[in-house]
């Protein structure tokens, strides 16, 4: 274990989520009409309803909320975070410009679904930020994940350029794989 400013950080392995024991959510629209938001809410709780695993959704609380924000421009987004034993993901879709809010909760659904059925426990966009914590503790790490990403091994390559370690991928890009460090 290190101390890093006045926080411990220590090695850890995380090589599967647990089980899902809820899904919460937030549907947000901006200098839009409320039933945007409304409607990517309602396509989300339905797509989870018909296209979800069992493992997932056999007795799992789904909650998404409604979110009017004030912004300096229009837009609308999805934003899903699946609660794990272990771990939480999170999923997001921003709308744009002729995309209907259906479309919107769709793809940020099916991002979610694609990753707990990978049963791999770091989701694509946390991958690549925990790396430089995971260094910072000293010693081996390592986790499971349902993406490597192109961010996350261009993150892996210029850390090793300017710290004493070792990050090993195993997998190829855009597919699951586990990433190890060695300090």
């Given at each position: 274990m290190?101390l890093?400013g006045?926080l411990q950080?220590?090695p ?25 938001a ?10 989870f309803?018909?296209n979800?695993?069992p ?15 004030e ?8 934003f ?19 995309l ?12 979610f679904?694609q ?7 770091i ?5 690549d930020?925990?790396l ?12 499971t ?13 210029l850390?090793?350029r ?8 195993e997998g ?5 794989g586990?990433?190890r460090?060695?300090?």
């Open positions: 290190r890093v006045s950080v220590q850890h392995s995380w090589q599967e989520p647990g089980r899902l024991q809820r899904i919460r959510g937030l549907s947000a629209g901006s200098q839009l009409p409320a039933q945007v409304e409607r990517q809410r309602v396509r989300a709780l339905e797509w309803k018909s979800a695993q493992a997932m959704a056999a007795n799992v609380p789904l909650e998404i909320e409604v979110a009017l924000p912004a300096l421009s229009p837009g609308s987004v999805l899903l975070v699946g609660e794990y034993e272990r771990v939480r993901t999170g999923f997001s879709h921003l709308g744009e410009r002729g209907p809010a259906e479309q919107v909760a769709i793809a940020a659904c099916r991002d679904g990753h707990h059925a990978s049963g791999m426990a989701d694509p966009h946390l991958a930020q925990l430089l914590p995971m260094a910072l503790a000293g010693g081996d790490s390592h986790f994940t349902s993406n490597i990403t192109q961010h996350c091994l261009t993150n892996a390559w850390m090793q300017f710290l004493p370690l070792q990050i090993i991928v190829q890009l855009g597919q699951k586990i990433i460090i060695h300090v």
